[in-house]
């Protein structure tokens, strides 16, 4: 009886020591599927915004057996991405930190000696999953709603019309957010590519269920760039990947119109308050060198928070209310961030948050506004944007003339 | 032969290597039945564990059968010894039959499937104790005392050599008290099952066993037969009694005697008459005296524990002028003098000199008519 | 059969042998039960997702293995591998509320009284938070890998107080006791860590049974089938168990040997779950009991299969009514089987207290 229960003992063990060489086997190999290895060691994810780490755009176009390179796609503002043309329509697409793609144009072969880790797609791309909903915007601009067949917003999640109206037409549909994706759909579609943000790699299971699945997996990380109309110009890096080439290349040479007069333009010193306190009464500031302070900037006002960071990186920094106030009672505006807290619509509800607030010199002088989900989600109309927040700062009374910014009466 | 059976030597037990009992020495043979008896928390129940292995000895040997214990396997001794014990069985949608059927454990196979022979065992280790229809009753819905029956078959059904029992009757009225005891009685003398318990109805202890064990203090005081052990001067010392007696003759325990070496009530009874008068008049605490008895009356045998003086005559002998006079002595001291229903006849013819001279004093009563026994 | 042969193999009346011929019917027929629920689960599971598929090309592609590539690869990859682990894995789970209940003598212990989810949860909140600044990327085997090492951890320190502790009570002070230091650990680093870092950590701890592979499958199918194996072949000492440690001590079971095997045993059942889909609450503590009042009896060696089936018909029961209750939303698997565990442990909690009076 002894001898036996030993025995039971040591099979036990024996299990318990297999699925530990089996699940370390797992994590180097990747069962059913390489995980694409975001590849460099100092990757770090996070929500977009991410300052650190952004890396180096490539230098040079890569050598590929059977195909002269053409050109490269001219970028003003953007430096997380390359994209390589080579004769006969073949495209190089290379990320910053990220995975590389291959696109061979219709009724094209595909080269050898492709490096391995280069993930090759078939033009044409059709019915995408887009689950990197900042991007939605930038199809929409360059018409390239068509390609996109599935996203990760209901209906009610979309904070403006248009993808309100495509769900509601049926003309797309949705597939179950980043986390959990409708398995099932995308197989039925026939999804050809799914467009993922910086959050599918807290999920990894869901990368390498899709990509067992036979549906290529591109992580969007254009929230690694430093200026926000870098985030605007991905548009390039899209429209070559779906065929509409002229239609980006328009939009970026609009929105840098727009833009250019400000250059030049002498700051006016005024000073900007960006934040939103949260349900644990912490107030949130954006870190100084996020793509909104930069928008501030370029707006021509500064950002009130200076050296305010996160050695970890975060976009957000949470701050006491102490300290907040004693870092931005003087600013000269108050823009609060009602895409994460849309519970303030007017002074009121502002002035309920926290008492002290009502010291502050923006509230005294009435110079209250709100921002509202667009901040986040039209990653297009970044240089609109910048003008918005420029009328603001040099106009007397700007109410009138903006789109994205609502006064808080 | 004169092997030794089962044997403690040098036995010490207790709880956390701190010993309660130390040099236990016993001898117990084939189909004995012992029994320990001593006062609560003696270690009675503690070194039926460390027998039974469930308690860690703590110095000293085991032999069972020429063998030490320790070098028996757990398998092996299921083979050998069983037990009841008197926790509580928390169990849930289990029959009787299930529970006895556990004792069939050491003899079936891998998976514990019971063999038709198995099976026919159990039923008959339920007739053993008289339970053949609680066979597929819940084992939680049937009473304590059947309880007890059952595990008792439990432990039959296992084939044991010796079973080791804990205080078996503890929770049972004395109808279960004494069939469970008869049964073991049976085991052993039919099977020649050796019995090693403990109880606490002393009495019944003194009837049932071969061999008793007296444990208290830190040692075992006493082993022997009942009739060496059961004398009251050894159980008073025992259990430290002072409040009453126990009376080894039958077995009987009494309450103490009323209190004051006055009495005031004398009582004439002859043949047991007197127990339920000699009962009333300690109830009510009153000190009486009583004679003039035989010592081989059964009333004497109760009257001398309690009453505070007692005159006496040798068996088969006319009464003496000693203790004719004695007694008048008393009935002329003590307030009344029941007649409980003396019987008199040619030797003890002086008794009724005796009631008349109670009566001329006018303190004679039958036991109904003096308040004692409505 | 003949009159006197039934009377033989049936036994005379009262006997043993006739009770255990009317038990056996009563078994047979809960597994007949049994069997046909799982197997029309499986069916029904297998039949219904998103994506209509005809019951009729169902068969034909579970049989070939081929046809339409994109139905092929749906009830393939996706809804096969799902429905096979929901089913190993409620079976495990029952079978480890079953045998902590056995150990702990009481039948509300449940698979993760001993502080194992809190174990695993510490670990995988760890790997979400660290495993990106220390620069490895997370695969969906780091979680796995980090769930089981959690459980281990957990499992150790309660076989070490188990070693030394007689105390059933001290036993279960001691598991909670480790899930309170671990959920305390789990909050610190919480406190720490961005919110898109443990974002879906709460997701996990309520568990899923969505993107199983087939690798996942083996796995499994190899630990939980071995443990099972090692579970059904307890049955003796576990129905010995049953009368209490003096009993079984006394029938020949190693007692010391055998409490670590129990919850060795329960604990290897549960992390396995844990690791692959999360924690899942009720099933561990309902199942067991549901089935033991199906089959009237609680020895092991008809329980334990039983559990194992009843369990694994539970889940996929539940998983079914998580992902289409909402569809294509899906809901945590531990809010499916709450809703109906629940009332089942309630239920089972009242009837204890009235038999108790």
Request: with cysteine; glycine share 8%; aromatic share 10%.
């Amino acid at each position: 009886m002894i001898g036996k229960k030993r025995t039971v003992f040591l099979v036990i063990l024996l299990c318990l020591a297999m699925v530990f060489s089996l699940s370390a086997c797992g994590s180097s190999g990747g069962a059913g599927g390489e995980a694409s290895d975001p590849g460099q060691q100092d990757s770090q994810a996070g929500d977009p915004g991410q300052e650190d780490q952004a890396g180096e755009a490539a230098g040079t176009a890569p050598e590929i057996k059977g195909l002269t390179f053409e050109s490269e796609v001219e970028r003003y503002y953007a430096d997380q991405f390359n994209v390589f043309r080579y004769e006969g329509g073949y495209k190089y697409f290379h990320i910053v930190n990220g995975d590389d793609f291959f696109l061979v144009p219709e009724g094209g072969t595909v080269p050898d000696g492709l490096d391995e880790k280069v993930t090759v797609l078939q033009a044409p791309i059709e019915n995408i999953y887009l689950a990197a909903t900042a991007q939605m915007a930038l199809f929409l601009s360059m018409d390239g709603a068509d390609s996109i067949r599935m996203t990760s917003l209901r209906q009610d999640g979309w904070t403006y019309d248009e993808p309100k109206k495509l769900l509601d037409e049926g003309k797309m549909v949705f597939a179950g957010k980043y986390s959990e994706p409708d398995y099932e759909l995308l197989l039925d579609e026939e999804c050809g590519l799914a467009i993922e943000s910086t959050m599918i790699y807290h999920t990894p299971e869901v990368k390498e269920m899709l990509e067992d699945l036979g549906i290529p997996v591109l992580v969007d990380r254009s929230s690694y760039e430093s200026n926000p109309l870098g985030r605007m110009e991905w548009i390039r890096f899209y429209g070559e990947l779906i065929g509409k080439e002229a239609e980006a290349d328009a939009f970026v040479e609009a929105q840098r119109a727009a833009v250019d007069g400000l250059e030049d333009f002498p700051n006016t010193e005024k000073t900007v308050a960006f934040f939103y306190i949260s349900t644990d009464g912490k107030a949130n500031v954006r870190s100084s060198e996020d793509y909104i302070p930069t928008m501030i900037e370029m707006a021509g006002a500064r950002y009130i928070f200076k050296d305010v960071a996160d050695e970890s990186g975060r976009s957000t920094v949470p701050m006491t209310i102490e300290s907040f106030y004693d870092i931005a009672r003087d600013a000269d505006y108050i823009i609060y961030n009602a895409a994460i807290d849309g519970s303030v619509t007017n002074m009121e509800e502002l002035l309920a948050k926290d008492p002290i607030l009502s010291e502050m010199k923006a509230v005294k002088e009435n110079n209250c506004w709100s921002s509202g989900g667009s901040m986040y989600q039209r990653t297009d109309i970044a240089g609109d944007m910048i003008m918005d927040l420029h009328i603001l700062f040099t106009e007397d009374d700007p109410e009138g003339k903006l789109q994205y910014i609502t006064k808080l009466h | 032969m004169n092997e030794k059976y089962f044997e403690l030597s040098n036995l010490s037990v207790g709880y956390n290597r701190k010993p309660l009992i130390e040099d236990i020495c016993l001898d117990i043979k084939k189909g004995e039945i012992v029994t320990l008896i001593g006062p609560n928390g003696a270690g009675k129940s503690t070194i039926l564990k460390s027998i039974a292995r469930q308690l860690e000895i703590l110095g000293g040997k085991v032999f069972f059968d020429s063998k030490e214990i320790r070098d028996i396997s757990y398998k092996e001794l299921s083979t050998k010894m069983a037990v009841v014990l008197t926790e509580r069985l928390k169990t849930e949608l289990l029959t009787c039959h299930d529970i006895v059927a556990t004792g069939r454990y050491p003899y079936t196979g891998r998976l514990g499937i019971l063999s038709r022979e198995d099976e026919d065992k159990v039923d008959e280790a339920l007739r053993a104790v008289n339970a053949l229809d609680l066979g597929s009753r819940d084992f939680n819905a049937i009473s304590d005392g059947q309880k007890q029956r059952i595990l008792l078959a439990r432990a039959i059904c296992q084939e044991p050599e010796i079973i080791i029992l804990d205080e078996p009757t503890s929770f049972l009225d004395i109808r279960y008290k004494l069939e469970l005891l008869s049964i073991l009685g049976r085991m052993a003398g039919e099977k020649g099952i050796t019995i090693i318990m403990t109880l606490h109805e002393i009495d019944l202890a003194q009837k049932i066993s071969d061999k008793i064990v007296c444990v208290s203090g830190d040692h075992v005081t006493g082993y022997g037969t009942p009739q060496e052990i059961f004398r009251e001067d050894v159980i008073r010392e025992l259990y430290d009694i002072d409040n009453g007696f126990f009376d080894p003759m039958f077995g009987s325990i009494e309450l103490m005697k009323p209190e004051g070496d006055v009495p005031e009530v004398f009582v004439i009874s002859s043949g047991g008459t007197g127990i339920p008068v000699y009962r009333e008049l300690q109830k009510s605490n009153t000190p009486f005296a009583a004679g003039i008895l035989y010592t081989n009356d059964m009333d004497y045998q109760l009257a001398r524990l309690l009453a505070c003086e007692v005159v006496t005559e040798e068996p088969f002998e006319e009464i003496s002028e000693r203790a004719f006079e004695r007694a008048k002595e008393l009935i002329s001291i003590s307030g009344r003098v029941i007649n409980a229903g003396v019987r008199i006849g040619t030797g003890n013819r002086r008794i009724k000199e005796l009631l008349d001279f109670a009566e001329a004093l006018g303190k004679l009563g039958r036991a109904e008519q003096a308040g004692v026994l409505e | 059969m003949s009159h006197k042969n039934i009377q033989e193999n049936s036994g005379p009346e009262g006997s043993f042998r006739s009770e255990i011929f009317r038990r056996r019917s009563r078994y047979i027929t809960v597994f007949i039960i049994l069997a046909i629920a799982f197997l029309v689960i499986i069916v029904v599971n297998v039949n219904s997702g998103n994506v209509n598929i005809p019951v009729a090309r169902i068969f034909d592609i579970l049989l070939t293995k081929s046809g339409d590539p994109k139905e092929v690869d749906i009830i393939w990859r996706i809804r096969l591998p799902r429905i096979l682990m929901a089913a190993m894995l409620g079976g495990a789970l029952s079978l480890s509320g079953f045998l902590l209940q056995t150990f702990f003598e009481n039948p509300i212990a449940g698979p993760f009284v001993l502080g194992i989810s809190s174990g695993a949860k510490m670990v995988v909140a760890f790997t979400m938070i660290f495993s990106l600044t220390l620069g490895h990327a997370m695969s969906s085997y780091s979680l796995i890998a980090a769930a089981f090492a959690g459980s281990l951890i957990s499992i150790g320190f309660i076989l070490i107080v188990a070693r030394r502790v007689k105390n059933m009570a001290a036993l279960l002070v001691a598991g909670i006791m480790i899930g309170y230091i671990c959920s305390a650990v789990t909050d610190l680093m919480v406190t720490f860590a961005s919110d898109s870092d443990i974002v879906n950590l709460h997701g996990w701890s309520l568990g899923s049974f969505s993107g199983m592979n087939w690798s996942n499958v083996r796995i499994t199918a190899v630990v939980v089938g071995v443990t099972f194996l090692l579970t059904f072949l307890c049955s003796k000492p576990i129905g010995a168990y049953q009368l209490g440690e003096a009993y079984a001590q006394s029938v020949g079971v190693n007692i010391k040997f055998f409490r670590i095997a129990l919850i060795l045993l329960s604990s290897i059942f549960s992390a396995t779950v844990t690791a692959f889909a999360g924690p899942i609450s009720f099933v561990g503590i309902a199942i067991p009991f549901l089935i033991k009042s199906a089959l009237g009896t609680s020895r092991p060696i008809v329980v334990i299969p039983a559990t194992f089936v009843g369990g694994a018909v539970f889940c996929m029961f539940c998983d079914l009514i998580a992902r289409l209750a909402f569809a294509p939303l899906e809901l945590n698997i531990s809010t499916v089987t709450s809703i109906f565990g629940a009332p089942v442990v309630i239920y089972m909690m009242i009837s204890r207290r009235r038999g108790m009076r």
